[in-house]
């Protein structure tokens, strides 16, 4: 997380993992403000730094000419950079932000570093920029090399430029030229701190630190001093977080770093030439809070500033919760532990403190006098006994018809949350249901699911099958229905071998023994669901007639026959029609004897 306090030391600002810059007023102990950028997701904010300056910019359009573009007295603002290159100034006075700047380049902005109120000096991977507060453009940039560059700072009083990303150059800003390179550290550097001597006539240094090493380098900034050897190195037990130097009257340099660990580090030293070995802290202060009698539980400091010689600003706590104190160095002992409360428990014990509104208590016996009417009604007493509410009684009603009814239903299908996964790309959903070994379950999924996520759940299973027994295995169960059920959709797509193509890789890498017994099953088998499923949606019509009635009529023949020829599928049929067809028979005989007997009375019956 970045953070840095402004040159007096009343604010310290910090940006949280959320993308939130987060303001504390060091002096009264408070949070002062609280800053999200509208794109603090897509583009995060990388850096900050304090911008202080008698002459600010005033807000407003830069093309109105009649505007001013200064006013006077003192503000305080910040500048930060963000993932995508552009540059954001935040105003403490408004409490929102004054204006942007892009770069246009969409490179991240990893450092910043200003002079006055008038040019801001960043790296943008490897190389350097200029923006102009007052136009709100950028004035210059220029490559500073191959190496990303990870710290940057403007040497006060001068029109030179340090650059840091394993070793650290000094530039000339008009004529842009290397003037001295100095080793740096054996990792990239991403800590730049001037220091500037009470004597005017002495040298000038820096102090460097890195992201791999326990080191902090201290460099002569003289031209004619050699580069290749720090002056002096301090040792400590982790990386440099930040760092704070006080100049003393005397010309000695205290110096305060707060390590990754949560400790602070104080050196005392005079920089009057090289240092033969690396130096060790004259104290190191820690915070801790006894929450549990058995455990003592150390407390994070985020950063450390100089108020004086002897006095020095810690803040402690978590994103959440800061509190800064001021503490006096007086004895330099090895190791100074503060006992503090425990922040969270001491915020939750505010929360929870008793109120000062008190609730009457009322008895059972009270009574309650109505303005429509001048009865009393009398509250219902107590008898000892706790009703049951209705809620309770409908949860247990619903448990036991829950219980009586124990089998639970059970979907035949999960295409809808296959669907939600593919679009989504959630990797927790397609596991959980990519991972499924009932073939039938795969199968009915495969069907219900819609013609445009086939071609996504193939190039992901495609990412399955590359894995260990099992996923392949299951993927392969996956590939197999898909090309079962949609191969007419899979062969009209035209980028069909390239979808294929690193499937068909990892199939034929990981089965050694392939054999033509074992394509020529897998053709069939393609072919057969493919006539199945043909056969299964072509309906069964039947072109005979199911009736046929013939009237055959004749002219000598008393007697009229009908014939009916009933065609059915079914042998009941056949056998209901010849019944029906000899009880017609039988009849019309009987009918035509009796017809018979009545035109000729005097013949016998039978012959």
């Known amino acids: 997380m970045a953070c840095e306090f402004s040159a007096d030391g009343k604010y310290f600002a910090q940006i949280s993992l959320e993308g939130k810059l987060k303001i504390w007023n060091t002096l009264s102990n408070s949070f002062e403000q609280e800053f999200t950028p509208n794109f603090h997701l897509a583009s995060p904010c990388t850096c900050l730094h304090f911008i202080h300056s008698d002459t600010t910019s005033k807000l407003g359009s830069p093309r109105k000419k009649k505007r001013k573009n200064f006013q006077n007295g003192s503000s305080i603002y910040i500048a930060l950079g963000t993932a995508s290159g552009r540059l954001l100034i935040y105003s403490l006075t408004k409490g929102d932000l004054d204006?942007?700047?892009?770069?246009?380049?969409?490179?991240?902005?990893?450092?910043?570093?200003?002079?006055?109120?008038?040019?801001?000096?960043?790296?943008?991977?490897?190389?350097?920029?200029?923006?102009?507060?007052?136009?709100?453009?950028?004035?210059?940039?220029w490559v500073a090399g191959n190496e990303k560059?990870?710290?940057?700072?403007?040497?006060?009083?001068?029109?030179?430029?340090?650059?840091?990303?394993?070793?650290?150059?000094?530039?000339?800003?008009?004529?842009?030229?290397?003037l001295k390179v100095y080793t740096g550290h054996s990792s990239q550097v991403n800590l730049l701190h001037y220091i500037k001597p009470k004597d005017s006539a002495a040298d000038a240094y820096v102090m460097s630190g890195s992201k791999g090493d326990r080191l902090l380098n201290c460099w002569n900034l003289n031209e004619n001093v050699d580069g290749k050897n720090a002056v002096a190195s301090f040792l400590m037990e982790d990386i440099v977080n930040n760092l704070s130097i006080y100049i003393s009257n005397d010309g000695s340099t205290h110096m305060a770093a707060t390590v990754r660990s949560g400790v602070v580090h104080v050196y005392q030293h005079t920089l009057n030439g090289k240092c033969s070995k690396p130096l060790k802290p004259k104290t190191t202060i820690q915070v801790v809070s006894d929450s549990r009698e058995d455990v003592i539980s150390p407390i994070h400091i985020t950063a450390a500033v100089y108020r004086d010689t002897q006095t020095l600003c810690i803040g402690y706590?978590?994103?959440?919760?800061?509190?800064?104190?001021?503490?006096?160095?007086s004895n330099y002992q090895k190791l100074q532990c503060l006992l503090r409360e425990d922040l969270h428990k001491l915020r939750i014990s505010k929360e929870n403190q008793v109120s000062k509104v008190h609730t009457p208590i009322v008895g059972n016996d009270v009574h309650y006098l109505t303005s429509q009417t001048s009865s009393v009604t009398t509250k219902r007493k107590n008898d000892g006994q706790q009703e049951v509410p209705m809620e309770r009684r409908l949860e247990n009603l619903m448990a036991n018809e829950l219980d009586s009814n124990?089998?639970?239903?059970?979907?035949?299908?999960?295409?809808?949350?296959?669907?939600?996964?593919?679009?989504?790309?959630?990797?927790?959903?397609?596991?959980t249901v990519l991972l499924k070994k009932d073939e039938l379950l795969i199968k009915n999924t495969i069907r219900r699911l819609p013609i445009t996520v086939i071609v996504p759940l193939f190039e992901e299973l495609t990412?399955?099958?590359?894995?260990?027994t099992l996923s392949r295995k299951i993927g392969l169960m996956w590939l197999k229905n898909i090309l079962l059920i949609h191969s007419g959709l899979l062969l009209s797509n035209p980028d069909l071998p390239k979808l294929f193509g690193e499937a068909l890789g990892s199939i034929e890498a990981g089965i050694a023994l392939q054999t033509p017994r074992s394509k020529l099953m897998g053709r069939l088998e393609l072919l057969v669901s493919q006539i199945s499923q043909v056969s299964a949606q072509e309906p069964q019509n039947n072109n005979e007639a199911l009736l046929i009635f013939n009237d055959k009529v004749s002219s000598d023949s008393d007697n009229d026959v009908?014939?009916?020829?009933?065609?059915?599928?079914?042998?009941?049929?056949?056998?209901?029609?010849?019944?029906?067809?000899?009880?017609?028979?039988?009849n019309e005989k009987v009918d035509g004897s009796d017809n018979e007997n009545e035109g000729d009375s005097d013949e016998p019956m039978f012959s």
Not at 406 to 431: C, E, F, M, W, Y
């Open 317 to 329: 706590g978590s994103a959440v919760v800061q509190t800064f104190e001021n503490i006096t160095i």
């Open 406 to 431: 124990s089998k639970v239903p059970k979907a035949d299908n999960i295409a809808q949350l296959l669907v939600q996964g593919l679009h989504s790309k959630d990797k927790n959903i397609l596991k």
């Open 149 to 178: 560059i990870n710290g940057i700072l403007v040497i006060p009083d001068s029109q030179k430029l340090l650059t840091a990303s394993k070793n650290i150059k000094l530039w000339d800003i008009h004529s842009k030229e290397v």
């Open 562 to 586: 009908m014939e009916f020829e009933v065609h059915s599928n079914s042998e009941n049929d056949w056998e209901e029609a010849s019944s029906s067809d000899g009880e017609n028979n039988e």
């Open 463 to 468: 990412k399955l099958i590359q894995g260990k």
């Open 99 to 141: 204006h942007m700047i892009d770069s246009m380049t969409s490179q991240s902005i990893n450092c910043l570093s200003t002079n006055n109120d008038e040019y801001i000096y960043s790296g943008i991977d490897s190389s350097i920029f200029v923006w102009n507060l007052h136009k709100r453009n950028i004035n210059s940039k």
